[in-house]
């Protein structure tokens, strides 16, 4: 079992920057793959970004990569999503998800993939 909760959320202007971190649960976290996810009103959820159980992989969604960087940090089972140049595009709910492996490029997209989740924090980039 794995809770996580987000936070760091919030209003910025276009051109921003915020940086979400996702607070895990567990003894176990460095065994998971961890997940950034987003979600707007009325739309799928769309991957954002992910990385591998120890941080050597990560991956991004084309619409964020070069603004966005993913990592973790194991000892303190923390994961951490900055977000640079944001744009009102940008603007949903971000959750953070957790699998216990193993990595896939395949499957770490994929939201139904991922066994936990957290609630989510609300990101809001005004034009």
């Known amino acids: 079992q794995v809770h996580l909760v987000e936070s760091g959320g919030g209003l910025v202007q276009a051109g921003g920057s915020l940086r979400l971190s996702c607070a895990a649960s567990?003894?176990?976290?460095?065994?998971?793959?961890m997940g950034w996810f987003r979600q707007a009103p009325g739309k799928d959820r769309q991957f954002v970004a992910v990385?591998?159980?120890?941080?050597?992989?990560?991956a991004y969604a084309d619409s964020v990569k070069g603004r966005f960087t993913v990592s973790r940090d194991n000892a303190n089972n923390m994961v951490y999503l900055q977000m640079n140049t944001l744009k009102p595009e940008d603007t949903a709910v971000y959750l953070c998800?957790?699998?216990?492996?193993?990595?896939?490029?395949?499957?770490?997209?994929?939201?139904?993939?991922?066994?936990?989740w957290g609630q989510g924090t609300q990101v809001t980039v005004s034009s």
């Open positions: 998800a957790a699998d216990g492996g193993p990595y896939s490029n395949y499957f770490a997209s994929r939201p139904q993939f991922y066994d936990y």
């Open positions: 567990g003894r176990t976290f460095s065994r998971y793959i």
């Open positions: 990385i591998s159980e120890d941080g050597s992989i990560t």
